[in-house]
């Protein structure tokens, strides 16, 4: 799966933004897709994730209630809605898709460690005090 995601920029504290992920093709049952993110001198950590066996969703604590993730109807294109925005919200945020037999909440809170299959080339957020 080819993943390029866009929607990243500059936002000052308390903003929104809508990052969106186009895949190459249908994103079946058989792949989860998530949003991961990357600060200089960090590791990547998920931040959202959706689909799998059992379609559902899932959202790290730093994160839940503040953005929401979403795919269109024809499943080809995965959105993260993120409002309320903060400092340590800056970040590359990277699309990925992982083929698994998982639902997307077991898979991103058990198993986000291994990471997906395949990933987007990254958007970056920056977010201003």
């Known amino acids: 799966v080819q993943l390029?995601?866009?929607?990243g920029g500059l936002v000052q504290t308390g903003g929104s933004l809508r990052l969106s992920c186009s895949a190459s093709g249908?994103?079946?049952r058989d792949y989860v897709v998530g949003w991961?993110?990357?600060a200089p001198g960090q590791e990547r950590e998920v931040v959202s994730c959706i689909g799998g066996s059992d379609r559902t969703t899932y959202y790290a604590d730093s994160v839940k209630d503040r953005f929401t993730m979403s795919t269109d109807n024809a499943e080809?294109?995965?959105y993260l809605q993120m409002r309320d925005l903060r400092p340590?919200?800056?970040a590359t945020y990277?699309?990925?898709a992982k083929?698994?037999?998982y639902g997307a909440r077991y898979y991103c809170s058990k198993l986000s460690a291994y990471?997906?299959?395949d990933w987007g080339k990254g958007t970056l957020v920056t977010v201003s005090s």
């Open 4 to 7: 390029v995601e866009s929607g």
């Open 26 to 28: 249908f994103i079946s």
């Open 36 to 38: 991961y993110r990357q």
């Open 76 to 78: 080809t294109m995965v």
């Open 88 to 90: 340590e919200d800056t």
């Open 94 to 96: 990277y699309c990925g």
């Open 99 to 101: 083929r698994t037999l």
């Open 115 to 117: 990471g997906m299959d």
